[in-house]
């Protein structure tokens, strides 16, 4: 009687990283060109031969033009190759376990500089693009929507310390942190009037501790 071969299982393990690694080229010369050339002016077929792959692997790895650079954003704003929820973010965290008001407006300044040194040329090639392009501007009123709910997230813990200044109120808060955490304030200030990141850094974290809060 010939005995069985046992079948081999098959290891997807190499292929996988071979895919991601593809489609982290992929992102990348996405990001570089969006950012050099502008969202209009960078085609997918070019795209894809700068990344050394072809089209058709481009649409299947990260989707259709407006999807891509939205999953661009979501990658600057994570810091990750993939979408991150703010509360698993590793700052937010530390921010929350955080007691000292100050500190925990320190640790998000840190954060906002890394952030937007991703973000911010990202934004002003979606900006220069979304008149003509509504997807755009739809991805980027909704992401400017939910940063606009974790404030108010950011606000209300604030709001637990009893530091913040008398007549404050948690939404008023909120509207202050979330206009001068944008990128287009990084972007006027790095982008366009030279400031070093460490710079804004610092300047955002004294800002919001003097706006924000008693005894500063």
Known sequence: MVARRKRRRYDSTGRRAAAAQTRGAILETAHRLFVER??????????????????????????????????????????????????????????????????????????????????????RAVQAAASAKPELARAWQELSARRARNMRALAADLATTGALRPLLGVEEVADVIWATNSPELYQLLVGERGWEPERFEAWLADAWRRLLLTGA
Do not use: F
């Open 38 to 123: 502008g969202y209009h002016a960078t085609g997918m077929a070019e795209i894809a031969r700068e990344a050394g792959v072809n089209v058709d692997t481009v649409y299947a790895a990260v989707g259709r033009k407006p999807e891509l650079m939205r999953l661009l954003l979501e990658r600057a704003i994570s810091g990750g190759d993939e979408p991150l929820p703010a509360e698993q973010r590793a700052y937010v965290q530390e921010m929350r376990a955080e007691r000292d008001p100050a500190r925990k407006l320190a640790l998000y300044a840190a954060a906002i500089r890394r952030i937007q040194a991703r973000l911010a040329p990202l934004v």
